[in-house]
Nanobody
C-alpha cells in the first residue's frame, strides 16, 4: 500500500520555524521527485517546494525562497521542509506528493498524495 504521511505541522507565531516531514512507503522512493504543496481556505492548491529524485535539485516558489528549504533522505524514505521566518500568509494545509520523474513536475502529474498537515501562523 502506498502511503505518504506528513507530520510536523502546528501553530507558530510569525517569525517562527517549523520542520515538516513526509514519510513514504509502498513505492520505490528513489525513483520519485517529491513536492510540497499547500492549500489555504478558499484558495487553489499551490506548489511550494520540490526536490528531484536523482541529484537533489530543488525548486522553491518565489514567496518562500530564502525561508524554506527542502531536503530528502533516501535511506529513510523521507523528505523534509524546513520553514523559517514564517508569515501569516503561510497558513495552509501542507501536502507532500510524489511523481515518478527525475525532476519536479506540475501538480496534475503527481501520483501519490499525503493527507496533509495544518500549519497556522499567528500574527
Amino acid at each position: 500500500e502506498v502511503q505518504l504521511v506528513e507530520s510536523g505541522g502546528g501553530l507558530v507565531q510569525a517569525g517562527g520555524s517549523l520542520r515538516l516531514s513526509c514519510a513514504a512507503s509502498g513505492f520505490t522512493f528513489d525513483d520519485y521527485a517529491i513536492g510540497w504543496f499547500r492549500q489555504a481556505p478558499g484558495k487553489a492548491r499551490e506548489g511550494v517546494s520540490c526536490i528531484s529524485s536523482i541529484d537533489d535539485t530543488s525548486y522553491h516558489e518565489d514567496s518562500v525562497k530564502g525561508r524554506f528549504t527542502i531536503s530528502r533522505d533516501n535511506a529513510k524514505n523521507s523528505v523534509y521542509l524546513q520553514m523559517n521566518s514564517l508569515k501569516p500568509e503561510d497558513t495552509a494545509v501542507y501536502y507532500c506528493a510524489a511523481v515518478r520523474s527525475s525532476y519536479c513536475s506540475t501538480i496534475p502529474l503527481y501520483e501519490y498524495w499525503g493527507q496533509g498537515t495544518q500549519v497556522t501562523v499567528s500574527s
